[in-house]
Each structure stands twice: as C-alpha cells, then as structure tokens.
C-alpha cells in the first residue's frame, strides 16, 4: 500500500518526536526534563536504534551543558572564597587564626571541586566528538 509506514518506521517517528521535545528542553536549560525525556525514550523505544543513537548524542549535549551552567556559577563563588582568603591574616595577635586555616581548606576543597567539573567538562567534549563520528 502507498504511504504506509512499517512497525519499525512509525516506533522511529514516536522516539524522534520524543527526541525533539528533549532538544527544545535543552535549548530551553531545562537540563533535568530534557534527560528525563531521554530516558523515557529510552524505555519507552528499545527498537527505535537509529533515533537511540541520536538520543546519546544529545544527552551528552545535556551534560556538558549542564556542567558548563554549573562552572559558571561556581567559579563566581570560587573566586570570592580566594578573595576572602587573601584578605585573613594567618595570626591574629601572635595567635594562630583558625578562621584562616579553615578558609584555606574551604578554597583547597573549592578548587578541587572546580577541577572535577572541568574534567567532566572535558570528557563530555571528546564524547560528544567520538559520538558523532560514530553516526
């Protein structure tokens, strides 16, 4: 019959659909619901492999985005605890001042914090590139 689609091809068109509600969620920052629907499809679709395919590709897309969002507001946070710390004294009297020893600590533990979003950060990229090969 003409314009009929197969089984395969209308499971294909119900992911796509699925698929391009998680791209405008993307577009929109709406990082959670765009992963949700990922893998709703996910379940929802275990046939639907080329639009699956596709789907890793963008939700991929949503973590390096995400993780961009959160560097972005953590390094404004990072730099006010270095600004914080350079201000303290680290003796207050001839006293150790323990606020400043904390403060450090805080910064040590910011930065390497920083430094693990960065390095996810990295991984999403070379991902998102082998990815994208590999379609």
Partial sequence: MWGCKTTQEATEDEAFFMLDQARELLADGQFNAARDTILALRRQYPTALHTRRAAILTL????????????????????????????MKPRVNGRTNDAY?????RVFEMEQ??????????????KIDIDQRDL
Avoid: I
């Fill in 60 to 87: 991929d897309s949503v973590e390096l985005l995400e993780t961009r969002d959160s560097l972005s507001r953590y390094v404004v946070s990072l730099e006010a605890a270095r600004e914080e710390f350079k201000r």
């Fill in 113 to 126: 914090h920083y430094d693990e979003l960065c390095a996810k950060a990295k991984f999403y990229v070379r």
């Fill in 101 to 105: 020893y904390q403060q450090q600590r």
